[in-house]
């Protein structure tokens, strides 16, 4: 424990003293928890999740709490140590090669130091003035990406948000706004008398879209759900009549959101169909590349994006497969115009009545929110200090590692492969021979949650044509194809436990 410092009277000239504010001190702390970080870095054992009970969990916050309730308490570096260890243990081991259970993953540590200064000299990012690196970078990377898209470099543009959830939900408030004029000003009743209103999706798109369609006043029942081919992409050929069957139920659709990357089992949808479908109807095509929009990066991946630069706007995480802190989310607009039409504010403390050229680069007008973090940071330093390469290498790497974990599974007899991977997902079942078909989802869900609880590894479920599925996302390039191997021999040990378990359950 260090000595607290006296508190001194702002008439000594210094203003108030208060060490929690002391710059050494700081640097001390920094270096506390630098020295955990590395360490936690350097262990590469196969972990998953170390879940603890709330209630434990919660009496370990507790007691790292100062019991000091009249001063300033004095700084307690054990507490601090403890902080940073209950911190480090609790959380999914994303750095682990026992870690494939979801789309986020351990960051590039550079960019973790980049998103450390942006938390100390704290710049929120919507306007210029309060943020100006960040406003000049975002712009660059908005060129730097667009390369790969190939949108008319003179009339695209690209916000930042927080999260893709909120990236569709305001390209869809552009493309409501555009195509029904009036909604944003007199709401629904704009349209009385109309074809109300409604959005094309596939069947399995991210629920942020069915919720968005609440948000928006447009309602989940107007969602037109289009139907899936094999592979989990929308079927073009059942598109069109089930377009025309909205349009017989006085339907208006006005916007059609495709998948870069499902969230299930990672399909692309065809964009170059589908937008060729969109531009038919005069509909505004919105990409959801949240997960997938990534692989435009890579030379050899970027085919599975064809015909993005037909789409009227684009959602992509960078905090998923360009591994920095979440969130940092892009949303480009093919057309500049169209960004400033989802929101249609007036404030006078924040957006200025005489444009110049520092309020050009504000992006306050587009986006939601109005404080926001300076998120592109940490993508445009690894931009700027390794170049592309190192995120193509590292997706084109995760890739490879999945077709060649489906090709494990897919020549054992003890499971069942649903789906040739597009990109770093993979859903499959454990389902030996004999074993009865009503058991299977419930099987999978057991299998998952043991696997979970034994802790060696952390792997996701999702439910696949109704049944439940056991589902790996590659996001860590130390993963190799013999951790796979070890993942499926315990999900298979855990799985003859569980039969054999139920087996004498029933002759019992």
């Not at 970078?137 to 909120?166: C, H, K, Q, Y």
């Not at 942020?208 to 079927?235: C, D, K, T």
């Not at 909205?246 to 059609?256: D, G, I, M, S, T």
């Not at 109807?281 to 050899?300: K, P, Y």
């Amino acid at each position: 424990m260090t000595e607290s410092r006296p508190h001194h009277p702002a008439s000594d000239g210094s203003g108030l003293l208060l060490e929690a504010f002391d710059a050494q001190l700081f640097r001390a702390t920094s270096e506390t928890a630098l020295a955990k970080l590395e360490k936690h870095l350097s262990d590469l054992s196969i972990r998953g999740l170390e879940l603890t009970d709330p209630a434990t969990l919660s009496d370990a916050a507790k007691a790292l709490m100062t019991t000091e309730r009249e001063q300033v308490a004095a700084f307690d570096e054990e507490k601090l140590a403890g902080i940073i260890d209950l911190y480090i243990r609790t959380g999914i081991q994303v750095h682990s090669p026992g870690y494939m259970g979801r789309q986020f993953s351990g960051v590039v540590p550079l960019a973790g130091v980049i998103d450390f200064v942006s938390s100390v000299v704290n710049q929120p990012a919507s306007f210029y003035e309060a943020a100006q690196l960040p406003n000049a970078v975002e712009r660059i990377m908005a060129d730097e990406l667009n390369r790969f898209i190939g949108w008319d470099p003179a009339r695209f543009t690209m916000v930042t948000t927080s999260g893709g959830s909120l990236a569709n939900l305001t390209a869809l408030l552009a493309a409501r706004n555009q195509k029904l004029p009036g909604y944003w000003s007199e709401g629904g009743s704009s349209l009385r008398g109309q074809p109300r209103p409604a959005i094309a999706v596939g069947a399995d798109v991210h629920y942020s879209v069915a919720r968005a369609a609440g948000v928006m006043g447009i309602g989940e029942a107007q969602l037109v759900r289009l139907p899936l081919n094999s592979r989990g992409q929308i079927s073009v050929a059942d598109a069109r009549p089930a377009l025309e069957a909205a349009e017989r139920q006085n339907l208006k659709v006005f916007c059609l959101v495709a998948s870069a990357g499902s969230t299930s089992v990672g399909a692309f949808d065809p964009l170059d169909e589908l937008a060729a479908l969109a531009g038919e109807r005069d509909l505004w095509l919105h990409v959801d590349g949240a997960h997938g929009a990534s692989l435009l990066v890579s030379d050899t991946l970027r085919e599975k994006l064809r015909g993005i630069d037909k789409a009227d706007s684009l959602t992509w995480d960078a905090h998923k497969l360009m591994f920095v802190p979440a969130p940092c989310t892009m949303l480009f607009y093919r057309d500049k115009e169209a960004s400033r039409t989802a929101f249609r504010q007036k404030a006078s403390y924040v957006f200025d009545e005489e444009p110049d050229i520092y309020t050009a680069y504000d992006s306050g007008g587009k986006n939601f929110e109005c404080t926001k973090r300076p998120m592109i940071m940490t993508l445009w330093s690894l931009w700027a200090m390794f170049g592309r390469a190192l995120f193509a290498e590292k997706i084109e790497y995760l890739c490879r590692l999945t077709e060649e974990a489906h090709g494990i599974v897919r020549t054992d007899p003890d499971f069942e492969t649903l789906h040739r991977p597009e990109a770093n997902i993979l859903c499959f079942r454990y389902h030996p021979a004999g074993i009865r078909k009503a058991d299977v989802h419930r099987l999978q869900i057991a299998i998952r949650n043991s696997v979970k609880l034994r802790g060696n590894f952390f792997i996701s479920k999702v439910n696949v044509n109704g049944v439940a599925a056991l589902r790996v996302v590659m996001m860590n390039h130390q993963i190799t194809a013999e951790h796979f191997r070890m993942l499926i021999s315990e999900i298979r040990r855990t799985g003859q436990d569980l039969l054999s378990s139920e087996a004498g359950t029933e002759t019992a």
